[in-house]
Protein backbone atom coordinates (compact mmCIF):
# COMPACT_ATOMS: atom_id res chain seq x y z
CA UNK A 1 0.00 0.00 0.00
CA UNK A 2 1.57 3.18 -1.16
CA UNK A 3 0.16 6.60 0.34
CA UNK A 4 0.73 10.48 0.04
CA UNK A 5 -1.34 12.94 1.89
CA UNK A 6 -4.52 13.18 0.35
CA UNK A 7 -5.22 9.55 -0.93
CA UNK A 8 -4.53 5.97 -0.70
CA UNK A 9 -3.90 3.82 -4.05
CA UNK A 10 -4.61 0.23 -2.97
CA UNK A 11 -2.87 -2.94 -4.72
CA UNK A 12 -5.55 -5.18 -5.51
CA UNK A 13 -5.18 -8.72 -4.23
CA UNK A 14 -6.30 -11.74 -6.05
CA UNK A 15 -9.66 -12.78 -4.23
CA UNK A 16 -12.98 -12.35 -6.18
CA UNK A 17 -14.28 -9.56 -6.96
CA UNK A 18 -17.41 -9.09 -4.91
CA UNK A 19 -15.37 -10.34 -1.46
CA UNK A 20 -12.98 -7.56 -2.36
CA UNK A 21 -15.44 -5.11 -3.03
CA UNK A 22 -17.21 -5.82 0.23
CA UNK A 23 -14.11 -5.79 2.27
CA UNK A 24 -13.00 -2.60 0.85
CA UNK A 25 -16.46 -0.94 1.36
CA UNK A 26 -16.25 -2.38 5.21
CA UNK A 27 -13.33 -0.65 5.94
CA UNK A 28 -14.46 2.61 4.48
CA UNK A 29 -17.53 3.00 6.69
CA UNK A 30 -15.62 1.72 9.65
CA UNK A 31 -13.31 4.45 8.70
CA UNK A 32 -16.20 7.28 8.02
CA UNK A 33 -17.35 6.06 11.28
CA UNK A 34 -14.30 6.60 13.32
CA UNK A 35 -14.00 9.78 11.89
CA UNK A 36 -17.34 11.12 11.97
CA UNK A 37 -17.70 11.93 15.42
CA UNK A 38 -14.91 14.60 15.18
CA UNK A 39 -15.97 15.67 12.49
CA UNK A 40 -19.47 16.29 11.43
CA UNK A 41 -18.67 17.14 7.78
CA UNK A 42 -17.56 13.22 7.16
CA UNK A 43 -21.01 12.23 8.00
CA UNK A 44 -21.76 12.51 4.14
CA UNK A 45 -18.84 10.52 3.35
CA UNK A 46 -19.99 7.96 5.53
CA UNK A 47 -23.48 7.96 3.87
CA UNK A 48 -22.09 7.23 0.90
CA UNK A 49 -19.71 3.83 2.22
CA UNK A 50 -23.26 2.45 3.25
CA UNK A 51 -24.84 3.35 -0.18
CA UNK A 52 -21.75 1.27 -1.68
CA UNK A 53 -22.65 -1.07 1.04
CA UNK A 54 -25.88 -1.82 -0.30
CA UNK A 55 -24.82 -1.97 -3.81
CA UNK A 56 -22.48 -4.34 -2.95
CA UNK A 57 -24.96 -6.52 -1.69
CA UNK A 58 -27.44 -5.91 -3.98
CA UNK A 59 -28.66 -9.55 -5.82
CA UNK A 60 -29.25 -7.52 -9.10
CA UNK A 61 -25.76 -7.58 -9.28
CA UNK A 62 -24.59 -10.93 -9.50
CA UNK A 63 -20.84 -9.58 -9.50
CA UNK A 64 -19.39 -6.61 -8.15
CA UNK A 65 -17.43 -4.29 -10.72
CA UNK A 66 -13.45 -3.66 -9.06
CA UNK A 67 -13.60 -1.41 -6.43
CA UNK A 68 -10.36 0.24 -7.91
CA UNK A 69 -12.95 2.05 -10.23
CA UNK A 70 -14.64 4.11 -6.87
CA UNK A 71 -12.15 3.92 -3.94
CA UNK A 72 -9.54 6.22 -4.55
CA UNK A 73 -11.95 9.01 -4.71
CA UNK A 74 -13.87 7.78 -1.81
CA UNK A 75 -10.55 7.37 0.66
CA UNK A 76 -9.78 10.89 -0.85
CA UNK A 77 -12.94 12.10 0.55
CA UNK A 78 -12.07 11.19 3.81
CA UNK A 79 -8.42 12.82 3.71
CA UNK A 80 -9.05 16.08 1.93
CA UNK A 81 -10.35 19.78 3.60
CA UNK A 82 -13.79 20.35 4.26
CA UNK A 83 -13.67 23.12 1.54
CA UNK A 84 -12.30 20.84 -1.39
CA UNK A 85 -15.19 18.28 0.14
CA UNK A 86 -17.90 20.29 0.33
CA UNK A 87 -17.07 20.65 -3.57
CA UNK A 88 -17.45 17.01 -4.55
CA UNK A 89 -20.24 15.84 -6.13
CA UNK A 90 -22.31 12.51 -5.63
CA UNK A 91 -21.55 8.90 -5.15
CA UNK A 92 -18.88 8.64 -7.98
CA UNK A 93 -18.24 5.84 -8.64
CA UNK A 94 -16.41 5.52 -12.00
CA UNK A 95 -12.70 6.70 -12.77
CA UNK A 96 -13.26 8.74 -15.78
CA UNK A 97 -16.26 9.94 -17.89
CA UNK A 98 -14.68 7.74 -20.59
CA UNK A 99 -14.85 4.88 -18.64
CA UNK A 100 -17.09 1.74 -20.27
CA UNK A 101 -18.87 1.27 -17.37
CA UNK A 102 -20.82 5.26 -16.68
CA UNK A 103 -23.75 4.58 -17.81
CA UNK A 104 -25.50 6.14 -14.83
CA UNK A 105 -22.87 9.05 -14.87
CA UNK A 106 -25.49 12.06 -15.26
CA UNK A 107 -23.07 14.99 -17.22
CA UNK A 108 -23.52 18.18 -17.13
CA UNK A 109 -21.97 21.32 -19.38
CA UNK A 110 -22.03 24.65 -17.57
CA UNK A 111 -22.34 27.95 -19.06
CA UNK A 112 -21.22 30.71 -17.52
CA UNK A 113 -23.60 33.99 -18.03
CA UNK A 114 -21.43 37.37 -19.21
CA UNK A 115 -18.95 38.45 -16.93
CA UNK A 116 -18.95 35.49 -15.60
CA UNK A 117 -16.22 32.30 -15.95
CA UNK A 118 -16.53 28.51 -15.62
CA UNK A 119 -14.91 27.88 -12.51
CA UNK A 120 -16.71 30.54 -10.80
CA UNK A 121 -20.25 29.66 -12.47
CA UNK A 122 -19.61 25.87 -11.30
CA UNK A 123 -18.21 25.95 -7.90
CA UNK A 124 -19.93 29.23 -6.50
CA UNK A 125 -23.61 29.99 -8.41
CA UNK A 126 -24.12 26.43 -9.00
CA UNK A 127 -23.04 25.55 -5.21
CA UNK A 128 -26.58 25.50 -3.84
CA UNK A 129 -28.06 23.15 -6.41
CA UNK A 130 -25.20 20.66 -5.97
CA UNK A 131 -25.21 20.42 -3.08
CA UNK A 132 -29.15 19.51 -3.13
CA UNK A 133 -28.52 17.20 -5.34
CA UNK A 134 -25.99 15.64 -3.74
CA UNK A 135 -28.03 15.33 -0.52
CA UNK A 136 -31.17 13.86 -2.73
CA UNK A 137 -27.98 11.21 -3.67
CA UNK A 138 -27.41 10.58 -0.65
CA UNK A 139 -30.82 10.06 0.88
CA UNK A 140 -31.57 7.51 -2.54
CA UNK A 141 -34.54 9.06 -2.28
CA UNK A 142 -35.75 8.14 -5.64
CA UNK A 143 -37.15 5.33 -6.85
CA UNK A 144 -35.64 4.00 -10.04
CA UNK A 145 -32.33 5.30 -9.85
CA UNK A 146 -29.70 2.89 -9.68
CA UNK A 147 -27.61 3.27 -6.41
CA UNK A 148 -24.15 3.89 -8.91
CA UNK A 149 -25.69 7.02 -10.35
CA UNK A 150 -23.10 10.20 -10.25
CA UNK A 151 -23.26 13.76 -11.43
CA UNK A 152 -20.34 14.94 -12.99
CA UNK A 153 -20.46 18.62 -13.27
CA UNK A 154 -18.54 20.33 -16.01
CA UNK A 155 -17.92 23.71 -17.65
CA UNK A 156 -16.54 26.20 -20.60
CA UNK A 157 -14.92 29.82 -19.98
CA UNK A 158 -15.99 31.70 -23.06
CA UNK A 159 -13.26 32.94 -25.32
CA UNK A 160 -13.91 37.20 -24.67
CA UNK A 161 -11.71 38.70 -21.80
CA UNK A 162 -13.83 41.65 -19.84
CA UNK A 163 -11.14 41.98 -17.73
CA UNK A 164 -10.60 40.76 -14.20
CA UNK A 165 -11.99 37.12 -14.36
CA UNK A 166 -14.42 38.00 -16.38
CA UNK A 167 -15.63 36.61 -19.34
CA UNK A 168 -18.00 36.87 -22.33
CA UNK A 169 -19.55 34.76 -25.34
CA UNK A 170 -19.45 37.63 -27.89
CA UNK A 171 -19.03 40.98 -28.25
CA UNK A 172 -22.00 43.93 -28.65
CA UNK A 173 -22.03 47.93 -28.75
CA UNK A 174 -22.25 50.00 -25.96
CA UNK A 175 -25.97 49.68 -24.63
CA UNK A 176 -26.94 46.95 -26.83
CA UNK A 177 -28.78 43.79 -25.19
CA UNK A 178 -28.68 40.48 -26.63
CA UNK A 179 -32.46 40.14 -27.04
CA UNK A 180 -32.12 43.11 -29.32
CA UNK A 181 -28.38 42.99 -30.95
CA UNK A 182 -28.46 42.67 -34.96
CA UNK A 183 -25.45 40.75 -34.33
CA UNK A 184 -23.16 38.79 -31.73
CA UNK A 185 -19.35 39.89 -32.32
CA UNK A 186 -17.28 36.40 -32.51
CA UNK A 187 -20.57 34.14 -32.06
CA UNK A 188 -18.74 31.67 -34.16
CA UNK A 189 -15.89 31.31 -32.42
CA UNK A 190 -17.66 30.45 -29.27
CA UNK A 191 -20.23 28.15 -31.61
CA UNK A 192 -17.36 25.81 -32.47
CA UNK A 193 -15.62 25.52 -28.52
CA UNK A 194 -19.32 24.60 -27.28
CA UNK A 195 -20.03 22.30 -30.09
CA UNK A 196 -16.83 21.10 -30.22
CA UNK A 197 -17.20 19.83 -26.33
CA UNK A 198 -20.60 18.18 -26.87
CA UNK A 199 -19.88 16.88 -29.76
CA UNK A 200 -16.34 14.34 -29.78
CA UNK A 201 -15.45 14.20 -33.63
CA UNK A 202 -13.79 10.39 -34.69
CA UNK A 203 -11.65 9.76 -37.79
CA UNK A 204 -13.62 7.37 -40.14
CA UNK A 205 -11.10 7.26 -43.19
CA UNK A 206 -10.66 10.62 -44.98
CA UNK A 207 -13.41 12.02 -42.95
CA UNK A 208 -14.44 12.78 -39.49
CA UNK A 209 -17.59 12.20 -38.28
CA UNK A 210 -19.28 13.27 -34.73
CA UNK A 211 -19.90 10.71 -31.89
CA UNK A 212 -23.01 11.04 -29.39
CA UNK A 213 -23.18 13.75 -27.29
CA UNK A 214 -20.75 13.88 -24.19
CA UNK A 215 -23.06 15.34 -22.22
CA UNK A 216 -26.77 14.57 -21.18
CA UNK A 217 -27.59 17.91 -19.89
CA UNK A 218 -26.94 21.52 -21.44
CA UNK A 219 -27.20 23.99 -18.32
CA UNK A 220 -26.72 27.40 -19.54
CA UNK A 221 -26.95 30.96 -17.69
CA UNK A 222 -27.70 34.65 -18.56
CA UNK A 223 -25.63 35.01 -21.70
CA UNK A 224 -25.06 30.90 -21.39
CA UNK A 225 -28.06 30.27 -22.00
CA UNK A 226 -29.05 32.50 -24.80
CA UNK A 227 -26.43 30.94 -26.53
CA UNK A 228 -27.83 27.59 -25.41
CA UNK A 229 -30.93 28.64 -27.32
CA UNK A 230 -29.01 30.20 -30.28
CA UNK A 231 -27.17 27.00 -30.99
CA UNK A 232 -30.37 24.99 -30.44
CA UNK A 233 -32.18 26.23 -32.89
CA UNK A 234 -29.04 26.20 -35.76
CA UNK A 235 -27.79 22.55 -35.27
CA UNK A 236 -30.39 20.25 -35.36
CA UNK A 237 -28.40 17.42 -34.20
CA UNK A 238 -28.60 19.08 -30.53
CA UNK A 239 -32.03 18.18 -30.86
CA UNK A 240 -33.17 15.62 -33.56
CA UNK A 241 -31.34 12.22 -32.98
CA UNK A 242 -30.91 9.62 -30.12
CA UNK A 243 -27.26 11.25 -29.91
CA UNK A 244 -28.28 14.60 -28.75
CA UNK A 245 -28.22 15.50 -25.37
CA UNK A 246 -31.40 14.35 -22.92
CA UNK A 247 -32.04 18.12 -21.40
CA UNK A 248 -31.33 21.34 -21.73
CA UNK A 249 -31.85 24.12 -18.32
CA UNK A 250 -31.77 27.84 -19.61
CA UNK A 251 -31.40 29.98 -16.30
CA UNK A 252 -32.50 33.55 -17.04
CA UNK A 253 -32.53 33.26 -21.28
CA UNK A 254 -33.76 36.27 -23.34
CA UNK A 255 -34.63 36.13 -27.24
CA UNK A 256 -31.02 35.39 -29.23
CA UNK A 257 -32.65 38.34 -31.72
CA UNK A 258 -29.38 37.52 -34.81
CA UNK A 259 -30.73 33.93 -34.52
CA UNK A 260 -34.53 34.52 -34.19
CA UNK A 261 -35.60 32.89 -37.90
CA UNK A 262 -33.97 30.12 -36.85
CA UNK A 263 -35.79 29.55 -33.39
CA UNK A 264 -38.87 30.35 -35.16
CA UNK A 265 -38.36 27.64 -38.10
CA UNK A 266 -37.87 25.20 -35.00
CA UNK A 267 -41.79 24.00 -35.56
CA UNK A 268 -41.85 23.55 -39.29
CA UNK A 269 -38.18 21.70 -38.54
CA UNK A 270 -39.46 19.80 -35.92
CA UNK A 271 -43.03 18.50 -37.67
CA UNK A 272 -40.35 16.92 -40.65
CA UNK A 273 -38.84 14.44 -37.82
CA UNK A 274 -39.99 11.10 -35.98
CA UNK A 275 -36.77 11.41 -33.54
CA UNK A 276 -36.97 11.27 -30.07
CA UNK A 277 -37.31 14.74 -28.10
CA UNK A 278 -35.08 16.08 -25.34
CA UNK A 279 -36.81 17.73 -22.29
CA UNK A 280 -36.00 21.96 -21.69
CA UNK A 281 -36.25 23.48 -18.28
CA UNK A 282 -36.74 27.33 -18.23
CA UNK A 283 -35.79 28.70 -14.72
CA UNK A 284 -37.62 32.54 -14.47
CA UNK A 285 -37.40 34.81 -11.92
CA UNK A 286 -40.31 37.00 -11.51
CA UNK A 287 -37.76 39.62 -10.28
CA UNK A 288 -35.41 39.62 -12.85
CA UNK A 289 -33.95 43.30 -14.39
CA UNK A 290 -31.27 41.90 -16.72
CA UNK A 291 -33.21 39.62 -18.94
CA UNK A 292 -36.93 40.43 -18.31
CA UNK A 293 -39.48 37.34 -18.03
CA UNK A 294 -41.09 37.99 -21.05
CA UNK A 295 -37.43 37.39 -23.68
CA UNK A 296 -37.46 34.18 -21.64
CA UNK A 297 -40.89 33.27 -22.11
CA UNK A 298 -40.55 34.36 -26.05
CA UNK A 299 -38.10 31.91 -26.21
CA UNK A 300 -40.19 28.92 -24.18
CA UNK A 301 -43.04 29.64 -26.39
CA UNK A 302 -41.29 28.78 -30.00
CA UNK A 303 -39.92 25.70 -28.42
CA UNK A 304 -43.61 24.79 -27.06
CA UNK A 305 -44.45 25.64 -30.72
CA UNK A 306 -42.41 22.96 -31.64
CA UNK A 307 -43.61 20.11 -29.28
CA UNK A 308 -40.66 20.03 -27.13
CA UNK A 309 -40.75 18.78 -23.59
CA UNK A 310 -41.00 22.31 -22.02
CA UNK A 311 -40.91 22.95 -17.93
CA UNK A 312 -40.70 26.53 -16.31
CA UNK A 313 -39.56 26.84 -12.66
CA UNK A 314 -40.41 30.41 -11.38
CA UNK A 315 -39.22 31.47 -8.32
CA UNK A 316 -39.32 35.12 -6.32
CA UNK A 317 -35.78 35.95 -7.08
CA UNK A 318 -34.23 38.09 -9.41
CA UNK A 319 -31.67 36.80 -12.56
CA UNK A 320 -29.32 34.69 -10.84
CA UNK A 321 -30.16 30.51 -10.14
CA UNK A 322 -32.28 30.15 -6.83
CA UNK A 323 -29.54 30.17 -3.99
CA UNK A 324 -31.84 28.57 -1.77
CA UNK A 325 -31.87 31.49 1.24
CA UNK A 326 -35.58 31.36 1.55
CA UNK A 327 -38.73 29.08 1.32
CA UNK A 328 -39.80 29.47 -2.14
CA UNK A 329 -36.02 29.76 -3.35
CA UNK A 330 -35.76 25.76 -2.25
CA UNK A 331 -38.80 25.21 -3.81
CA UNK A 332 -37.30 26.04 -6.94
CA UNK A 333 -34.07 24.60 -6.33
CA UNK A 334 -36.17 21.31 -5.54
CA UNK A 335 -37.90 21.15 -8.72
CA UNK A 336 -34.90 21.70 -10.59
CA UNK A 337 -33.36 18.93 -8.97
CA UNK A 338 -36.71 16.83 -10.15
CA UNK A 339 -36.07 17.41 -13.12
CA UNK A 340 -32.49 16.69 -13.16
CA UNK A 341 -33.51 12.83 -11.75
CA UNK A 342 -35.91 12.65 -14.36
CA UNK A 343 -33.22 12.70 -16.66
CA UNK A 344 -31.60 10.27 -15.13
CA UNK A 345 -34.43 8.15 -14.78
CA UNK A 346 -34.85 8.69 -18.21
CA UNK A 347 -30.96 7.49 -19.25
CA UNK A 348 -31.34 4.56 -16.93
CA UNK A 349 -34.93 3.40 -19.11
CA UNK A 350 -33.21 3.78 -22.14
CA UNK A 351 -29.71 2.09 -21.58
CA UNK A 352 -31.98 -0.77 -20.05
CA UNK A 353 -33.94 -0.77 -23.09
CA UNK A 354 -30.71 -1.18 -25.56
CA UNK A 355 -29.45 -4.41 -23.52
Given at each position: ?????????????????????????????????????????????NQRARVL??????????????????????????????????????????????????????????????????????????????????????????????????????????????????????????????????????????????????????????????????????????????????????????????????????????????????????????????????????????????????????????????????????????????????????????????????IAKEKAL??????
Open positions: TSHNSEEYTMAAPVVPHKIYCIFIVVAAIRGASAFSSACPHLMRAWRYALSSSHSRCKPPTKFMSHQVKLLHQSTGKMAISTSLNLHQSPSSDDDDFCIRILCLHGKGGNGEQFVNSSLMPLRSLVEKRLADQTDEGIENNLSIQWESLTAPYDMGGEGYSWWTMPPGVRSYNAKEYGGFEKSETMVMDKIFSTKNNGPNKIDTASNFDIILGHSQGAILTAALFSIHDKLWNSSDSPLGYILNGAAWPNPYQNSLKSLAPKRLETISSLPRMLFIMGNEDTINPIESAMQVHDECEAAQFDVSIVNHDGGHSVPIGRDDDSVRALEEVVDWIMGKLENDI
